[in-house]
């Protein structure tokens, strides 16, 4: 049994349910019903989301869109593809399937309990079990971020917090509606705890109604075709996924060993510094004892931090953090369109193995080390899948992106009455090898920014600028993705927040690529009372009348930027993308004319002389940016950031 947190091992599995539903894995499904039930899965998945943002009422649910739903077996597989979802596994651990009832859900946001599918306390899952003929044959789950759940801070994610008890209410798997009836007293105590009761009450009622109504389609499923034929379909889904990757993805990648690290810049406690998280990936052959596979070790990785960037990713065999970081593989795929095409589903569990060091680290913390910020956990960590992959694939990998970081301001509105608002803006995305990085992403399906229109309308301040941060994006042959730049003027005196990483440390650019921007918070530019506000932030007083400037990361560059088309320079110049300076100090491209009076062109006998002139680059595979300097003692490069480095 995995630990609870109070010590023991994890690094063998919590046992559950293995294997496949029907003796021939899905073998003699019919490949068109095949279709018809994967079809049917991610419509559900689909109805299950949309019901849950029109009826949920926080704007970080119902607006940002900031929550997953995910259908499971009752092997308690994941059986869709469309986004990333938590585990059903705590729930099966401590509630026997054979006694649930129709009309249960299930409740957890115990990061420690939840067997590495809950990261922090405001993510709250809800679990409905799919009934057929009495038994239960499936399982409609989702998982999404809270306004508020207690603990030292408003919005529940501390920066400062050095325990997980600062951080929020802890609620083990508890049955909250027993057999269709709700548990009042649980919800009680829950809403209690939070400093936005009623936003927390309705969005739970709407993800357990919408859960519970996905429950009812997938039992119109099981009753129309019959559970032998239902199951068929599903190990035949999981089967085709796994054959998929190796035959697509695996394929990409040479027989060999490589290692990478990145890391995170600071925890909120301690003062900036590095900290690692490493993987040395070894890609195995067809003659292992074990089959293909990619083998994922950690060991490298710093010690458990004292602040909340710990996650915990070593429970249940590292069963969440495979399907977090499989999407990345993705990007082997032969075009961007089949890319978009492939699912991640169960089918990629058996193509990866982890191996993490011991309890005590970053990635193995042991309890009751806070977790709020583990975003600069996991989020790294799919950049050092990525960059470890572009050693072993030269560089046909994209560059680095920085998606998630939570900012706010919360105070009293005009009728003195408290209030909360945050959002998770995202930021620009890695140049690719065949095209620039996209702007303005995040991580999170369909999640986008709060509406200036709503949030005006709701909150005292108004959103001056919403656009994109220039020059952001890291300069390549292609360029990353730029990021936001929002600017908020208080109306009323208020105190800003920001969860942010990638402030000292840029998203590193690849291949000769330069690396983005860095996050920034400033408040009252040009103004008396300037400041750079610090990226851990709970309680920025901000006064009435002054303006907050936020800029998200632009991604990181692909390619040497001497190499870009000076076309497509004068193009994000004329597009506001890029700088008139920059221009010329990236990418070595001397302008002639104005955008004013749309002459803007570049002189190519001079931009070529200027590019000759330029010094040859690094021989560095990746570019970390200037920051790196600052937290390495001086060094611009870690000693696995050529290519020739191994474990």
Not at 111 to 121: A, D, T
Not at 137 to 159: E, L, R
Not at 560 to 577: A, F, G, M, T
Request: glycine share 12%; hydrophobic share 40%; aromatic share 8%.
């Amino acid at each position: 049994m995995a630990s609870t947190g109070s010590g023991g091992s994890r690094r063998a599995p919590t046992d559950f349910p293995f294997g496949t539903l029907t003796d021939d894995a899905g073998a003699s499904a019919e490949q068109v019903v095949v279709e018809i039930v994967q079809g049917s899965l991610a419509a559900v998945e689909m109805e299950v989301e949309t019901a849950i943002g029109r009826t949920s009422r926080s704007p970080i649910i119902r607006d940002a869109h900031d929550f997953r739903a995910g259908i499971h077996d009752r092997l308690l597989r994941k059986l869709t593809g469309r986004s990333y979802s938590a585990l059903v596994h705590p729930v099966a651990r401590d509630f026997p399937i054979t006694e649930m009832r129709q009309g249960d859900v299930f409740f957890h946001n115990d990061v420690y309990r939840s067997e590495g599918g809950i990261g922090h306390l405001p993510d709250l899952c809800v679990t409905v079990p799919v009934f057929h003929d009495g038994q239960v044959v499936a399982f409609v789950q989702a998982f999404g971020h809270h306004d508020d759940i207690g603990g030292c801070v408003p919005g529940s994610m501390p920066s400062g917090a050095t325990s997980v008890y600062e951080e929020g209410l802890m609620v083990p798997p508890i049955k909250l509606w027993d057999a269709g009836v709700p548990n009042r007293s649980a919800l009680a105590i829950m809403t209690r705890n939070s400093r936005m009761p009623d936003s927390l009450a309705a969005d739970l009622d709407a993800e357990c109604s919408a859960c519970l109504m996905g429950a009812r389609r997938l039992g119109e499923l099981f009753a129309r075709y019959g559970k032998e034929t239902v199951e068929s379909c599903f190990d035949a889904i999981i089967d085709r996924t796994t054959q998929t990757y190796r035959r697509e993805i695996l394929s990409q990648i040479p027989v060999g060993q490589w290692v990478w690290e990145d890391y995170a810049e600071h925890d909120g406690v301690d003062e900036p510094r590095l900290f690692a998280q490493r993987i040395t990936m070894t890609r195995t052959g067809a003659d292992d004892p074990d089959g293909e596979r990619l083998v994922l070790d950690f060991d490298g990785t710093s010690p458990q931090a004292k602040g909340p960037i710990n996650h915990c990713g070593d429970y249940s065999d590292g069963n969440f953090l495979k399907k977090w970081l499989a999407p990345i593989l993705r990007n082997l795929a032969e075009s961007p369109e089949r890319m978009a095409e492939l699912d991640v589903n169960e089918g990629v569990v058996p193509l990866i193995e982890m191996r993490f060091p011991p309890p005590g680290t970053l990635l193995t913390p042991v309890f009751p080390a806070p977790t709020n910020a583990r975003t600069f956990v996991i989020l790294r960590l799919l950049g050092v899948l990525a960059g470890v992959l572009a050693k072993a694939v030269d560089g046909r990998m994209p560059a680095d992106q920085e998606t998630i970081r939570y900012t706010g301001v919360y105070g009293e509105d005009r009728q003195g009455a408290p209030y909360l608002m945050r959002e998770v803006l995202g930021g620009g995305s890695g140049g690719r090898y065949y095209a620039d990085g996209e702007d303005t992403i995040h991580v999170v399906p369909d999640s986008r920014n709060l509406p200036s229109e709503f949030t005006e309308s709701r909150f005292p301040f108004l959103v001056e600028r919403l656009g994109l941060a220039k020059d952001s994006g890291g300069a390549g042959q292609f360029r990353g993705g730029l990021g936001y730049e929002k600017h908020i003027r208080m109306l009323k005196d208020a105190h800003f927040m920001s969860i942010a990483d990638r402030s000292i440390l840029a998203c590193w650019g690849v291949k000769g690529g330069l690396a983005g921007r860095p996050f920034e918070v400033v408040v009252d530019p040009g103004g008396p009372a300037e400041r750079v506000v610090d990226a851990l932030a709970d309680a920025e007083p901000v006064k009435a009348g002054e303006v907050i400037c936020i800029r998200t990361t632009g991604g990181g560059g692909w390619g040497n930027p001497l190499d870009r088309d000076p076309e497509l320079v004068v193009r994000d110049v004329v597009w506001e993308k890029v700088s008139p300076e920059a221009a010329l100090a990236d990418y070595g491209v001397v302008l002639t004319g104005s955008v004013d009076d749309d002459t803007l062109a570049h002189d190519p006998a001079a931009t070529a002389t200027e590019r000759a002139a330029r010094p040859a680059p690094s021989d560095a595979f990746f570019d970390r940016g200037p920051g790196y300097a600052r937290l390495s003692g001086g060094a611009d490069s870690a000693d696995v950031d050529f290519v020739g480095s191994q474990p």
